[in-house]
């Protein structure tokens, strides 16, 4: 059971070029997350598939594009990368339990650290 | 919107003290979740701790503990006999209702335990 596992781990792509980022979950989790996180301004939502077949912004959408291709996969692409896209991303899944104790937590996968130079 | 403060972006303490990290937030909304995660330097967030805010009883995982004020909207995280593996960037995260799904994250807090 690997959890959430994201690749690459590590990326340099130059100004203009694109890119996916690859995540996958073996929990059976029907929601999935990116996220960015920058120095100094913890994880922001870039965008989420509450389930499969469903995808919708989050808080910093603009620049993204995300497939979820199946309930286990979801991911990132940067159509045309920039500088301000470098950043460090995580996917996160979690499922709700109704009835039970520990629903609707996030698990995150390892991260991505992306330079755009 | 919501919105998450953590007041102190970094801390020390002595092994086998006990450290108190604060957080507040802002919200209108009666029946939320609030999580700590920690990312040691292995970056890898970790779950370190839950509260439903329907829940009175603050909640408890071994050497961790919450101070939960739901009025006063603070969720500080007590680590006790604290150790070396504990130094980590500590985040706190709130989740509006159950079943929304999006996590709102604070800044962060840098602890360092000093052996």
């Known amino acids: 059971n690997a959890g959430v596992t994201q690749t690459p781990k590590f990326q340099v792509l130059k100004t203009g070029q694109s890119m996916t980022l690859q995540c996958a979950q073996d929990?059976?989790?029907?929601?999935m997350y990116w996220y960015r996180q920058d120095p100094g301004m913890g994880l922001r939502l870039i965008y989420y598939s509450a389930s499969e077949g469903t995808t919708d912004k989050g808080e910093v959408p603009n620049g993204y594009n995300v497939s979820r291709l199946n309930k286990r996969e979801f991911s990132l692409r940067l159509e045309s990368a920039a500088p301000s896209q470098t950043s460090v991303y995580f996917c996160?899944?979690?499922?709700?339990?109704?009835?039970?104790?520990?629903?609707?937590?996030?698990?995150f996968g390892p991260g991505t650290r992306l330079t755009v130079l | 919107a919501q919105t998450v403060t953590q007041s102190q972006p970094e801390m020390s303490v002595q092994e086998a003290e006990t450290v108190t990290l604060s957080c507040t937030y802002d919200?209108?909304?009666?029946?939320?979740?609030l999580f700590w995660y920690k990312q040691p330097p292995s970056r890898q967030m970790i779950l370190v701790i839950r509260?439903?805010?329907?829940?009175?009883q603050n909640a408890t995982e071994n050497r961790f503990s919450v101070n939960f004020q739901k009025a006063a909207k603070s969720f500080s995280l007590k680590i006790s006999d604290s150790q070396l593996g504990d130094t980590a960037m500590y985040f706190c995260?709130?989740?509006?209702?159950?079943?929304?799904?999006?996590?709102?994250f604070g800044t962060g807090t840098r602890l360092t335990i000093i052996p």
């Open positions: 996160a899944s979690s499922e709700i339990l109704y009835g039970q104790g520990d629903t609707d937590t996030q698990y």
């Open positions: 919200t209108s909304e009666s029946n939320y979740y």
């Open positions: 509260q439903e805010a329907y829940k009175q």
């Open positions: 995260a709130f989740m509006k209702r159950p079943g929304y799904g999006k996590l709102t």
């Open positions: 929990m059976n989790h029907n929601s």
